[in-house]
Nanobody
Framework: QVQLVESGGGLVQPGGSLRLSCAAS????????MGWYRQAPGKERELVAR???????NYAESVKGRFTISSDNAKNTAYLQMNSLKPEDTAVYYC???????????????WGQGTQVSVSS
């Protein structure tokens, strides 16, 4: 079992910035990739950004140039720096980790509890 703990959400004005963090903990696992998804009311959950253990990143078109995903592999932590926030970025943001569990030699996907990001004046 792997636990993901998110932090950093909140209310910000348009044009502002927020930084989300997601820390993974557990026993005998390795992380293949971590990512951030978001879900706005009445909409489906969508990928925002993803980073592999090798550092390869990909972003949703709507956030390119504004959001940056990074990771600290030694701390099993991923970060999402969000700049130039817009009202349409308002959503619950969920951390996702693609994990290899060494005990079972199996890949699993884990989700965080979600953190609210609200962009409003």
């Amino acid at each position: 079992q792997v636990q993901l703990v998110e932090s950093g959400g909140g209310l910000v004005q348009p044009g502002g910035s927020l930084r989300l963090s997601c820390a993974a903990s557990g026993r005998r696992f390795s992380i293949n990739a971590m990512g951030w998804y978001r879900q706005a009311p009445g909409k489906e959950r969508e990928l925002v950004a993803r980073i592999s253990s090798a550092g390869t990143t990909n972003y949703a078109e709507s956030v390119k140039g504004r959001f940056t995903i990074s990771s600290d592999n030694a701390k099993n932590t991923a970060y999402l720096q969000m700049n130039s926030l817009k009202p349409e970025d308002t959503a619950v943001y969920y951390c996702n980790a693609e994990v290899f569990e060494m005990i079972s030699s199996t890949y699993f996907a884990y989700w965080g509890q979600g953190t609210q990001v609200s962009v409003s004046s």
